[in-house]
């Protein structure tokens, strides 16, 4: 029997998306044709405006699951869907991961009574509260021997139990297995815990959150996978509402979501799914892609040519393989490939910067057609690139910049705020806190000079794409400078532990030196702060989330348009405040706890002081065209974008880490692999994995790229070691090497 579902293999840029919507086109024009046939032969009459709509889609109308990797490529994969057939037809658009979170939410009531749950509406946890909540759980047992025998700190073991809890989910094994699994997977393994207690403690963990209507990722994805999918009253209700799936890039997916799809196929469901045998990116944090092949058995298999011919791939991606698996081969790459070598890496950030800067200003390459790939992007080098390349007015935009929010100066001025208002948090505030906070919320939005004329000169696009003209536009001043704020902070700053205060400014005998605009800005500042206060006292501010609020929108927003990495930083923490406050209240509501009135105000202070990375806020992405800027990204955020560009600066290119794939691996991640549950893994396994990760990293980068490739390699690292990592090979084998010792820097050209 000829299968109706279609496997589409093809490597990165080989056009299995568009080949996946192409395929759903077909479905849809066939049913269209095969229901009119139907319609006339039943009623004599050929289509006619007045038929119903709905009549032409009998099979297709209950709706379309279109799912993909990661939330950017959904929402890309939805609009051209939504395109291609106009709007026509139900399309609902999801990753693996949230699709499990609607289902296990809209069907809680069902969960409730074959679990025997509280009857409780169902709240998620994000990332960093999980952590929080599961240390404070956890405390008690996670004594100073735990800790050395585990070999790392409180937060790190916290995070890798709860990652065992997540890949055991993701594999569809339930909590109870995952002593066992350890136990074979580890065997005499001595320098790890016992398996039975971190099992233990994921199951006091789950039951826990369960009794409390909690959900995290990993307590989803078990309900889903062990009660919700073999249940029959879901399985009839998910089948009504979906008889065709599509999924792309599915070898980045959980082995759960194929119990999902045999599901579908085998209540008559019509599948599409594309595969790139050189993807896999989230091996090793969750995605299982050999399990996941299994499913072509069940599909007519398509594969498609290779990457399009502008690409490197089919030219260098032989060369390199070799190179890099045969060390002693002696073999030299093309002049498509350049090398910058330097000794130190202060240097090779610097000659990075400025090779990139000196091929757009001479027009040989566009902003947009730069990128920028490393395995690790520390604080440095994201600051010196970045730096460098501003000062050039070339924009440089971050991939998926998850940096933590305390890192932004304006967090922690309104997070000083908190501790001014709010009784019982004067420890938590100093003088440089506070004169920071007096320069952040002293800024005054001003045009400049000829604004007016400089705005008519630039087109609308031009001024979202172009971060230059954003900060020409939108040019920022403060009316406290450092040096005054230093001042007021040192002589009008009086701490004290439960009501830190702020003197007028008066105080100062020399207070004639913070001049008239310094001292207006302070006195409304003071003047704001009192009003608060006394809201406060008579509780007429409902929750701190309100009194951030309005912080933002009197000395932030003032009817300006803040820069959009400022924004999103705003909008993340007022998403993770309300989010923390909302699972406070649910606790309280299970368990009152005596506390002090503002001990939870305190502990989220100190949740973010911590460095917690929180979620990104939604939307991710500014709204409107693609910037028009060098992009920045590690190895794992760029393969995941699925981006292309014309010229690639790959980073260190001597860092071991090239054989990591630029993300760390979970613990325990290879024992919970379909084909291999709880087996041992091995030195040997792990040195041939890196191979391989290797062998598909550089398969796929020279698929994304088009014209030239730079390896950017400095004999030391930051920590002054020689970096000997696997792709020092193909910097050897360069011909065209601009090194440090290069008279003058110029351009590969010239």
Same mark, same amino acid.
């Given at each position: 029997?000829? *299968?109706?579902?279609?496997?589409?293999?093809?490597?990165?840029?080989?056009?299995?998306?568009?080949?996946?919507?192409?395929?759903?086109?077909?479905?849809?024009?066939?049913?269209?044709?095969?229901?009119?046939?139907?319609?006339?032969?039943?009623?004599?009459?050929?289509?006619?405006?007045?038929?119903?709509?709905?009549?032409?889609?009998?099979?297709?109308?209950?709706?379309?699951?279109?799912? @993909?990797?990661?939330?950017?490529?959904?929402?890309?994969?939805?609009?051209?869907?939504?395109?291609?057939?106009?709007?026509?037809?139900?399309?609902? @658009?999801?990753?693996?991961?949230?699709?499990?979170?609607?289902?296990?939410?809209?069907? !809680?009531?069902?969960?409730?009574?074959?679990?025997?749950?509280?009857?409780?509406?169902?709240?998620?946890? %994000?990332?960093?509260?999980?952590?929080?909540?599961?240390?404070?759980?956890?405390?008690?047992?996670?004594?100073?021997?735990?800790?050395?025998?585990?070999?790392?700190?409180?937060?790190?073991?916290?995070?890798?139990?709860?990652?065992?809890?997540?890949?055991?989910?993701?594999?569809?094994?339930?909590?109870?297995?995952?002593?066992?699994?350890?136990?074979?997977?580890?065997?005499?393994?001595?320098?790890?815990?016992?398996?039975?207690?971190?099992?233990?403690?994921?199951?006091?963990?789950?039951? !826990?959150?369960?009794?409390?209507?909690?959900?995290?990722?990993?307590?989803?994805?078990?309900?889903?996978?062990?009660?919700?999918?073999?249940?029959?009253?879901?399985?009839?209700?998910?089948?009504?509402?979906?008889?065709?799936?599509?999924?792309?890039?599915?070898?980045?997916?959980?082995?759960?979501?194929? +119990?999902?799809?045999?599901?579908?196929?085998?209540?008559?469901?019509?599948?599409?799914?594309?595969?790139?045998?050189?993807?896999?990116?989230?091996?090793?944090?969750?995605?299982?892609?050999?399990? +996941?092949?299994?499913?072509?058995?069940?599909?007519?298999?398509?594969?498609?040519?290779?990457?399009?011919?502008?690409?490197?791939?089919?030219?260098?991606?032989?060369?390199?393989?070799?190179?890099?698996?045969?060390?002693?081969?002696?073999? *030299?790459?093309?002049?498509?490939?350049?090398?910058?070598?330097?000794?130190?890496?202060?240097?090779?950030?610097?000659?990075?910067?400025?090779?990139?800067?000196?091929?757009?200003?001479?027009?040989?390459?566009?902003?947009?057609?730069?990128?920028?790939?490393?395995?690790?992007?520390? /604080?440095?080098?994201?600051?010196?690139?970045?730096?460098?390349?501003?000062?050039?007015?070339?924009?440089?935009?971050?991939?998926?910049?998850?940096?933590?929010?305390?890192?932004?100066?304006?967090?922690?001025?309104?997070?000083?705020?908190?501790?001014?208002?709010?009784?019982?948090?004067?420890?938590?505030?100093?003088?440089?806190?506070?004169?920071?906070?007096?320069?952040?919320?002293? %800024?005054?939005?001003?045009?400049?000079?000829?604004?007016?004329?400089?705005?008519?000169?630039?087109?609308?696009?031009?001024?979202?794409?172009?971060?230059?003209?954003?900060?020409?536009?939108?040019?920022?001043?403060?009316?406290?400078?450092?040096?005054?704020?230093?001042?007021?902070?040192?002589?009008?700053?009086?701490?004290?532990?439960?009501?830190?205060?702020?003197?007028?400014?008066?105080?100062?005998?020399?207070?004639?030196?913070?001049?008239?605009?310094?001292?207006? /800005?302070?006195?409304?500042?003071?003047?704001?702060?009192?009003?608060?206060?006394?809201?406060?006292?008579?509780? +007429?501010?409902?929750?701190?989330?309100?009194?951030?609020?309005?912080?933002?929108?009197?000395?932030?927003?003032?009817?300006?348009?803040?820069?959009?990495?400022?924004?999103? /930083?705003?909008?993340?923490?007022?998403?993770?405040?309300?989010?923390?406050?909302?699972?406070?209240?649910?606790?309280?509501?299970?368990?009152?706890?005596?506390?002090?009135?503002?001990?939870?105000?305190?502990?989220?202070?100190?949740?973010?002081?911590?460095?917690?990375?929180?979620?990104?806020?939604?939307?991710?992405?500014?709204?409107?065209?693609?910037?028009?800027?060098?992009?920045?990204?590690?190895?794992?955020?760029?393969?995941?974008?699925?981006?292309?560009?014309?010229?690639?600066?790959?980073?260190?290119?001597?860092?071991?880490? !090239?054989?990591?794939?630029?993300?760390?691996?979970?613990?325990?991640?290879?024992?919970?692999?379909?084909?291999?549950?709880?087996?041992?893994?091995?030195?040997?396994?792990?040195?041939? /994995?890196?191979?391989?990760?290797?062998?598909?990293?550089?398969?796929?980068?020279?698929?994304?790229?088009?014209?030239?490739?730079?390896?950017?390699?400095?004999?030391? @690292?930051?920590?002054?070691?020689?970096?000997?990592?696997?792709?020092?090979?193909?910097?050897?084998?360069?011909?065209?090497?601009?090194?440090?010792?290069?008279?003058?820097?110029?351009?590969?050209?010239?």
């Amino acid at each position: 029997m000829v *299968s109706h579902s279609v496997w589409i293999v093809g490597t990165s840029r080989s056009g299995k998306t568009a080949r996946l919507v192409e395929q759903f086109c077909n479905w849809v024009k066939s049913e269209n044709q095969y229901t009119e046939s139907f319609y006339t032969k039943k009623t004599g009459r050929k289509k006619g405006a007045y038929v119903p709509e709905f009549l032409y889609l009998k099979q297709i109308e209950p709706g379309v699951l279109v799912l @993909a990797a990661n939330d950017d490529n959904r929402r890309e994969l939805g609009d051209i869907i939504v395109t291609s057939t106009l709007g026509k037809y139900p399309v609902r @658009a999801k990753t693996p991961l949230g699709f499990f979170q609607d289902e296990v939410i809209l069907f !809680w009531p069902l969960l409730i009574n074959s679990l025997n749950l509280k009857a409780q509406f169902p709240v998620r946890l %994000r990332p960093e509260t999980e952590q929080e909540l599961a240390t404070k759980l956890w405390r008690p047992q996670l004594d100073e021997e735990i800790l050395r025998i585990a070999g790392v700190n409180e937060s790190r073991l916290v995070r890798r139990i709860l990652d065992l809890l997540q890949l055991a989910a993701y594999s569809g094994v339930p909590c109870e297995d995952i002593a066992q699994i350890l136990a074979r997977g580890l065997g005499e393994n001595t320098t790890t815990l016992e398996p039975e207690f971190l099992a233990s403690l994921l199951l006091d963990w789950r039951n !826990w959150c369960l009794e409390r209507g909690l959900l995290t990722y990993g307590i989803i994805t078990e309900l889903y996978s062990q009660h919700l999918l073999s249940d029959r009253n879901y399985q009839q209700h998910l089948t009504k509402r979906y008889q065709a799936i599509l999924a792309d890039d599915v070898d980045d997916y959980p082995s759960v979501a194929r +119990l999902l799809f045999d599901l579908l196929l085998d209540r008559g469901a019509v599948g599409a799914f594309s595969y790139n045998p050189d993807g896999a990116v989230r091996l090793g944090l969750g995605a299982d892609p050999k399990y +996941l092949e299994g499913l072509a058995e069940r599909c007519r298999v398509e594969i498609l040519s290779g990457p399009p011919p502008e690409s490197l791939s089919e030219q260098l991606t032989k060369q390199m393989v070799e190179l890099v698996t045969e060390p002693m081969v002696l073999l *030299s790459l093309p002049k498509t490939v350049y090398s910058i070598q330097t000794t130190s890496r202060a240097q090779l950030l610097r000659q990075t910067a400025e090779e990139i800067a000196n091929a757009i200003q001479s027009q040989q390459v566009q902003a947009e057609e730069v990128a920028i790939i490393a395995p690790g992007l520390d /604080a440095i080098a994201r600051y010196t690139l970045v730096e460098i390349l501003v000062k050039q007015n070339i924009p440089v935009e971050s991939l998926n910049d998850q940096r933590p929010l305390i890192s932004s100066p304006v967090i922690r001025a309104l997070l000083t705020m908190l501790a001014l208002v709010y009784p019982g948090l004067g420890r938590l505030v100093d003088r440089d806190a506070v004169a920071e906070m007096l320069v952040v919320l002293s %800024r005054k939005q001003q045009l400049p000079e000829n604004s007016t004329d400089a705005m008519n000169r630039v087109s609308t696009t031009d001024a979202m794409n172009r971060v230059s003209t954003t900060d020409a536009m939108n040019r920022v001043s403060t009316n406290i400078d450092p040096v005054r704020a230093g001042l007021i902070a040192d002589y009008c700053f009086v701490p004290h532990p439960d009501r830190p205060n702020l003197l007028p400014v008066s105080t100062f005998e020399r207070w004639d030196r913070i001049g008239y605009a310094a001292t207006t /800005a302070y006195n409304e500042i003071l003047e704001w702060l009192e009003q608060q206060r006394s809201q406060q006292e008579l509780r +007429l501010i409902p929750s701190p989330i309100s009194l951030l609020d309005r912080a933002i929108q009197r000395f932030l927003w003032n009817g300006s348009n803040l820069p959009y990495e400022q924004l999103a /930083a705003l909008r993340e923490l007022l998403e993770t405040a309300q989010h923390y406050w909302e699972i406070d209240t649910r606790l309280r509501q299970i368990a009152p706890v005596e506390t002090t009135p503002h001990t939870t105000i305190i502990e989220f202070i100190q949740l973010l002081r911590r460095g917690t990375i929180t979620a990104n806020p939604y939307p991710v992405r500014p709204i409107g065209g693609a910037r028009k800027a060098v992009t920045l990204a590690t190895i794992f955020q760029y393969r995941s974008s699925r981006r292309s560009h014309r010229w690639h600066f790959w980073l260190d290119a001597g860092s071991p880490l !090239w054989a990591k794939g630029g993300a760390a691996t979970l613990f325990g991640a290879p024992f919970f692999l379909r084909d291999r549950l709880g087996e041992p893994w091995t030195a040997e396994e792990e040195k041939l /994995a890196e191979e391989q990760r290797l062998q598909r990293i550089l398969t796929d980068l020279l698929s994304r790229v088009s014209e030239r490739v730079y390896l950017c390699h400095s004999d030391l @690292a930051v920590n002054g070691q020689e970096q000997l990592g696997p792709l020092l090979p193909l910097v050897n084998a360069c011909v065209t090497v601009i090194s440090e010792s290069t008279e003058k820097f110029r351009s590969p050209t010239s």
